[in-house]
């Protein structure tokens, strides 16, 4: 496969911006270079790497049993991973076309945030900020319709909100300076911090996400 696969289907306009999706079969040189230029942990491009097994278990340093799942390196790499992480915390079973629909789904539900109207936009001020570090508004608006638009903390920022549960994203211990030999991962973002209890006074679990320090995200279970 290239690097980015086949990345139908493709997304509708977003009303108020007149934006048609266009997405390449793999990004032009400088939009890759775009995103690489993306700060490490806000946008990862999900290429694809050598064959990986599927699970992997290891400790996280606070002695957490974490799972790895791994997830399609076709440019969705952190919709997947939160697509498959918020169906495992209500045990509900999402793969193939279902997984590729529901990620697709949170991207677009991003783009409705931030694109439709000023109104809904003001609800995501952290993001919009974090937003025009990289982009002018309506660039931005264009990119994340199109399927090889990899996410990143804008999207983190936005989804937690939306799904009203934090996400902690992790990397591999020996990655970060933790010196404990890839025994286990370290957080090193935690989004939707406010969401960690619900109304009725219920705790809410995060959905974990594995950044490999370049370029994908993958899923950690308990």
């Known amino acids: 496969l290239p690097p980015h ?25 400088k939009e890759r270079a775009r995103n690489r230029r993306r700060s490490p942990v806000a946008s990862l491009s999900c290429a694809f790497p050598g064959p990986q097994p599927l699970f992997e278990v290891s400790r996280a340093p ?22 498959l992480g918020l169906a495992a915390l209500k045990g509900e ?10 990620a697709d789904k949170l991207r677009l539900a991003v783009a409705d945030s931030l694109c439709r109207t000023p109104a809904r936009r003001a609800d ?23 399927t090889t638009f990899w996410g990143g903390e804008v999207e983190l920022l936005v989804l937690s909100k939306l799904i009203r549960r934090p996400i902690h994203v992790y990397m591999r211990a020996n990655q970060t300076g933790g010196g404990r ?11 939707g911090e406010d969401f960690s209890v619900s109304d009725t006074g219920k705790t809410r679990k995060p959905v974990r996400v594995l950044y490999n320090g370049s370029d994908h995200y993958d899923l950690l279970i308990k």
């Open 5 to 29: 696969g086949n990345m139908a289907p493709r997304f509708d306009t977003v009303p108020g911006f007149g934006l048609n999706l266009a997405a390449p079969a793999e990004p032009a040189p």
């Open 124 to 146: 995501f001020p952290e993001a919009v900020m974090a937003l025009k570090l990289e982009a002018t508004l309506p660039t931005y608006c264009k990119r994340i319709l199109d």
């Open 62 to 83: 606070a002695g957490e049993l974490l799972t790895v799942v791994k997830v399609t390196p076709d440019g969705r790499c952190l919709f997947r991973s939160l697509a």
């Open 181 to 191: 030999g890839g025994a286990g991962f370290i957080p090193i973002q935690k989004y």
């Open 93 to 102: 079973p999402l793969a193939g076309k279902m997984e590729q629909d529901q």
